[in-house]
C-alpha cells in the first residue's frame, strides 16, 4: 500500500505503560529500564514517529511524570491518562477515552515495553485501515508457540484471538500467533472498546476480545505479520537482556553494511545514537555510552570506551582509553592506551600516547603530550582549564597546574610541576634539582640490615 495514503491519514496511537512491573523487581517502571541507553519506551516512540503517527495517548500509572518525561517527543503530540485500576488490556485503552473521542483516522495500540518494533508493521497496519479493514492485528509466526494467543484465520480473515488454555488441540498446532499490537478504525474504535466483556475468569476485559466483537458487528478483521523478534516484551531482567542482544545485532549489521569494520562485533556495545562513519574500524570490546561521532577513517582500538565525544577523521582511540562527556579529537589526533580525556578539544594532529588524564583542557594541533602527564584540573571546589598551544612539547610525567597556559612551541621538560604560564617558544623546568650523594645507598643498606636484625634479637 502506497505511504502516501496513510501519510494523508491522521492517527492516534494508544501507548499502554501503566504496568505495576513487579517481575521486573525494580524501584522504576519497567518501561523506564534502558536498551541501547535509552528508556525502552523512547524506543517505540521513535517507531511511531516513523510510522506517520502524529498524537500518542500515554496511559501511565507507576512513576507517570518519569515515564512521560521519557516518551516526549517534538515531533508528537502527547497527552497521559492516568490508569487508577488494572482490568486488563481492553480497559486500559479506555483509559484514553477522551484521546481517542478527538476523532481519528487510524487508532493504534501499542506497548511501552516492546522497544523492538520499528515502524515497519505500524505502517502496513494503517495502509490495511486505509484500504477498508476495520481492524488490523499484528502477528508472528513461530515454532515455540505455546504461551501465545492464537491467530485463528479463514480466507484471509481473522475470525479470533484464541488464547492458549481456550484453545483446542487443533488450534494449538497454529503457529500464527498475537503479538499484541492491534489497529482500528479511528471511527468505530470505541464502538469496539465499549463492547469488550468481562465473563472470563479474571473479570477482565481482554483487548484480544476486539476481534470477535468487531466481527458480530459486521467489520473487517485481519491479521499481518511482523517478524518475532520486534514484538519481543519486556518482563524480567533476563528478557530485558535479550531484548539488548537483538538490539545490539540489528544495529551492528546496520553499520557494518553502510561500511563500518568490526573485528569482532559481537563484542562492540553500541549506543541508540552512535555515529559510526564509513570507513572506521573498531577493535574487539568497545564500548559507545550516548552521544558519540565517530568520523570517516578513525579507528578505534580495543577495550576502549567512549561516551559524549567526537571523534574526527583519521584518528585513532585506544587501546584501554576512555574518552568522556566533551572529549573532541581533531583530525588525525591520537589518543593511546591508558589515557583519559574528558572535555577537553584535542587539535589536529596532537599525540596524547599514554598514562595521561587531559581534562577541561585544549591541546593544539600537533602538540605530544608525554606519558603520564596530568591536568590537574580540579582544586576541590572548583574545575580549572589548562591551554596548551600548537606544536608544543610536554615531557613525561608533568603536572599542569590549573588555570595554567602554554604557548605555541613551547616545551615543559619531564617531571614537571607547571603552576605559571609558559609564554611561546620558551622551556620550562619545574622540578627540585638532582642531587647525588655518593656510597649513601651502601650506608642505608647496612643500617637496615642492622637495625632489621636488632628488631629479631640476634644482634
Known amino acids: 500500500m502506497s505511504t502516501t495514503i496513510t501519510d ?23 518501561v523506564l529500564h534502558p536498551v541501547a541507553g535509552r528508556a525502552m519506551i523512547a524506543h517505540v516512540m521513535e517507531s511511531l514517529s516513523g510510522a506517520g503517527i502524529q498524537a500518542a495517548a500515554l496511559v501511565v500509572g507507576r512513576d507517570a511524570e518519569a515515564v512521560a518525561a521519557a516518551a516526549r517527543r517534538d515531533d508528537l503530540a502527547l497527552t497521559t491518562h492516568l490508569q487508577t485500576e488494572r482490568l486488563g488490556t481492553g480497559h486500559a485503552v479506555l483509559a484514553a477515552r477522551a484521546a481517542i473521542l478527538r476523532g481519528y483516522d487510524d487508532v493504534i495500540v501499542v506497548f511501552g515495553d516492546t522497544p523492538l518494533v520499528t515502524a515497519e508493521p505500524l505502517k502496513a497496519a494503517r495502509a490495511r485501515l486505509a484500504a477498508g479493514d476495520d481492524v488490523v492485528v499484528i502477528g508472528f509466526h513461530t515454532d515455540r508457540p505455546t504461551g501465545y494467543g492464537r491467530l485463528i484465520i479463514e480466507n484471509d480473515a481473522l475470525l479470533a484471538i484464541r488464547e492458549e488454555k481456550d484453545a483446542s488441540e487443533a488450534e494449538r498446532a497454529i503457529t500464527y500467533c498475537n503479538g ?50 520486534e514484538l519481543m516484551g519486556c518482563n524480567n531482567r533476563a528478557e530485558l537482556a535479550a531484548i539488548e542482544a537483538v538490539w545490539q545485532a540489528r544495529r551492528r549489521h546496520a553499520l557494518m553494511v553502510s561500511g563500518v569494520s568490526m573485528i569482532a562485533p559481537e563484542t562492540v556495545f553500541l549506543s541508540y545514537d552512535t555515529q559510526l562513519a564509513q570507513d572506521v574500524l573498531v577493535e574487539p570490546n568497545v564500548v559507545f555510552g550516548p552521544g558519540v561521532t565517530v568520523e570517516r577513517d578513525a579507528v578505534i582500538h580495543a577495550f576502549s570506551h567512549l561516551e559524549g565525544a567526537h571523534v574526527s577523521a583519521g584518528a585513532t582511540v585506544g587501546p584501554y582509553a576512555r574518552l568522556r562527556p566533551g572529549a573532541h579529537l581533531g583530525e588525525n589526533a591520537k589518543v593511546g592506551n591508558f589515557c583519559e580525556v574528558k572535555k577537553a578539544e584535542i587539535g589536529e594532529g596532537a599525540k ?13 594541533a600537533g602538540t605530544n603530550i608525554g606519558a603520564g602527564t596530568i591536568t590537574c584540573n580540579y582544586d576541590g571546589v572548583n574545575k580549572h582549564v589548562t591551554r596548551i598551544g600548537a606544536q608544543a612539547f610536554i615531557g613525561s610525567n608533568s603536572s599542569l597546574v590549573a588555570p595554567v597556559s602554554i604557548g605555541d612551541g613551547a616545551l615543559v621538560a619531564s617531571g614537571s610541576v607547571i603552576t605559571e604560564d609558559v609564554p611561546a617558544d620558551a622551556a620550562a623546568f619545574g622540578r627540585a634539582r638532582q642531587t647525588v650523594k655518593p656510597g649513601r645507598a651502601k650506608l642505608l643498606r647496612e643500617r637496615y640490615l642492622v637495625e632489621k636484625a636488632a628488631k629479631s634479637g640476634k644482634a
Open 8 to 30: 494523508a491519514r491522521t492517527c492516534l496511537a494508544v501507548v499502554l505503560a501503566a504496568g505495576e512491573s513487579t517481575r521486573m523487581k525494580s524501584s522504576m517502571s519497567k
Open 180 to 229: 499484541g499490537l492491534m489497529a482500528m478504525k479511528g471511527a468505530r474504535a470505541l464502538e469496539f472498546l465499549d463492547a469488550i466483556g468481562n465473563a472470563n475468569a479474571k473479570g477482565e476485559y481482554y483487548l484480544t476480545d476486539v476481534v470477535e466483537v468487531a466481527r458480530a458487528a459486521g467489520a473487517r478483521t485481519i491479521a499481518i505479520e511482523a517478524p518475532e523478534t
Open 352 to 364: 596524547i600516547n599514554h598514562l595521561t588524564y587531559i581534562g577541561d583542557a585544549f591541546v593544539g
